[in-house]
């Protein structure tokens, strides 16, 4: 089934496009045209959705129709549209790109452009070695089938040790092993959430959460987080006020705000979702990434007397993306049904990848220590070269996490990151972190990548912001996956 956007959807989508940077003299249709485009780019108008008719949108945005026929007609050209007579238009991207499986886009490999789209470290330099311990580890579970649904006994005992460590008592019977965070969260929605259900999330937040939700054609109101992040009366309020089934929150170093969640506010939050009857979903991906010493509150699930908490979280931002290795903490029979659910999903996480994560976990403190180190080095090199270079941007300098959240000089991030694939620097704009393409004069810059490329980056994006009202007609470049 073909979904449609209506005409005063799009029309709002597109916000300000006849106003947007780098258009001054090109005529309205192409103005037109590259706004759909960047719509598409940041995914936030969808692949196969029907436009609307010319004449509806031509009223929707108050203009000519032959205008929107003639952007129709660009966007036929440059293969962002396929249209058949008397049964519409469609979006589309032109022959090379892929979608990934998610909805999100597959990158091409492109060793010149400094990617900014994705908040995650190489691999340490432990990596290999575990992987080759692991492999000797193997035969002591080559004998069975080799599903474990909750994962293997070895890597929940390591989990839930790190739990009790940080003060919430755990045993190996509340952790379940998930291929990765977005997993567990994916899984968690599943048991937890019907569809239609309603949940609080905060805005900005973790772009691929809100595609999970969306999975699950969830009813998404937020919370927006301020300068000093969140604001207790109004969370607690929007809480007591929507009772939502489900409320998702990163309170430690959240992503893409770096903002860190005070005690007491945990302890109401819990509280509060008890009374509302909410079940809270805290994404815990940064937790092992304080940055200066900074000290951590206790885990929110500290403060849950009635299994209202769900804490799920990973190896990818302390350790690698690519193991792909996850959990769930929550109550035993909680877990059981989420390896129940699972079984029609994935059946079980690799074993091999599992013992690698094992291994890594022994070798915690050395590593979690180098990279916190290089963190700090890395923020400190992006927030000054920010400071020399673009020094209209505000930005807060995060105690923790992989991002920061600058303020820009004006709404111009989606321009902006169209601006800066030109120029070899893919950006994460600030509407991929919003619902409803807000956030125009944010962007999510992370400090993951070695210090000579964020310089080098911003040294770029300071020569694109200026050039931005000369620049000439953006070129179509490849989307890209935000992590
Ligand atoms: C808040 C948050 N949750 C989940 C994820 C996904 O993590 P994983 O790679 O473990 O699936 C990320 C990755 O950026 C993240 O920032």
């Known amino acids: 089934m073909t979904s449609q956007v209506r005409g005063v959807q799009l029309a709002r989508l597109l916000g300000q496009w006849h106003a947007l940077p780098g258009r001054r003299r090109s005529p309205d249709y192409v103005a037109l045209a590259a706004a759909v485009r960047g719509l598409l780019a940041d995914a936030r108008l969808p692949l196969g959705i029907r436009l609307p008719a010319e004449r509806e949108l031509a009223e929707a945005l108050r203009i000519s129709r032959t205008t929107v026929t003639a952007a129709y007609r660009e966007l036929r050209e440059t293969g962002h549209l396929a249209s058949r007579r008397g049964a519409g238009s469609w979006t589309m991207l032109p022959g090379t790109h892929r979608v990934a499986s998610t909805g999100l886009w597959t990158p091409l490999d492109d060793r010149e452009m400094i990617d900014l789209g994705v908040a995650a470290l190489a691999a340490p330099p432990q990596l290999v070695p575990a992987a080759r311990a692991a492999a000797e580890d193997l035969p002591r579970y080559l004998g069975g089938a080799g599903y474990h649904p909750t994962g293997i006994i070895e890597l929940r005992e390591a989990v839930a040790r790190g739990y009790t460590e940080r003060g919430l008592a755990t045993s190996p019977e509340q952790i379940m092993v998930t291929s990765g965070t977005q997993h567990a969260l994916d899984l968690v929605l599943r048991l937890a959430l019907s569809p239609g259900g309603a949940v609080l999330v905060e805005s900005p937040t973790y772009p691929n959460a809100l595609a999970a939700l969306a999975a699950r054609r969830a009813r998404i109101t937020t919370h927006g987080l301020s ?255 935000i992590a």
């Open 227 to 481: 300068d000093d992040g969140w604001d207790a009366d109004l969370l607690l309020g929007s809480l007591r006020q929507t009772r939502p089934k489900l409320a998702y929150v990163i309170p430690e170093f959240h992503n893409p705000t770096g903002h860190l969640m005070a005690a007491d506010l945990r302890e109401r939050l819990v509280g509060a979702a008890h009374a509302a009857g909410t079940d809270l979903v805290v994404d815990e991906s940064f937790v092992d990434l304080p940055l200066d010493g900074t000290p951590l509150p206790p885990p929110v699930a500290v403060f849950d007397r009635h299994s209202r908490v769900i804490s799920i979280g990973g190896m990818s931002k302390p350790y690698w993306g690519g193991l792909r290795i996850g959990w769930v903490r929550a109550s035993a029979p909680q877990v059981q049904r989420l390896a129940a659910a699972r079984v029609g999903v994935d059946m079980a996480s690799p074993v091999l990848d599992q013992l690698v994560a094992v291994h890594l976990l022994t070798q915690a403190p050395t590593i979690v220590a180098a990279r916190r180190a290089q963190l700090a080095a890395q923020r400190d090199a992006l927030v000054a070269a920010l400071a020399d270079r673009l020094p209209e941007w505000r930005v807060t300098v995060p105690r923790g996490g992989v991002t920061l959240w600058a303020e820009l000089d004006g709404p111009i991030s989606s321009a902006l990151a169209r601006a800066a694939e030109e120029v070899g620097v893919r950006l994460a704009p600030g509407p991929r972190f919003g619902l409803d393409g807000t956030l125009e004069r944010f962007l999510r810059l992370p400090f993951t990548l070695p210090a000579t490329e964020l310089v080098e980056a911003v040294g770029r994006l300071a020569a694109v912001r200026y050039d931005l009202d000369r620049a000439g007609r953006p070129q179509w470049r490849e989307p890209s996956v």
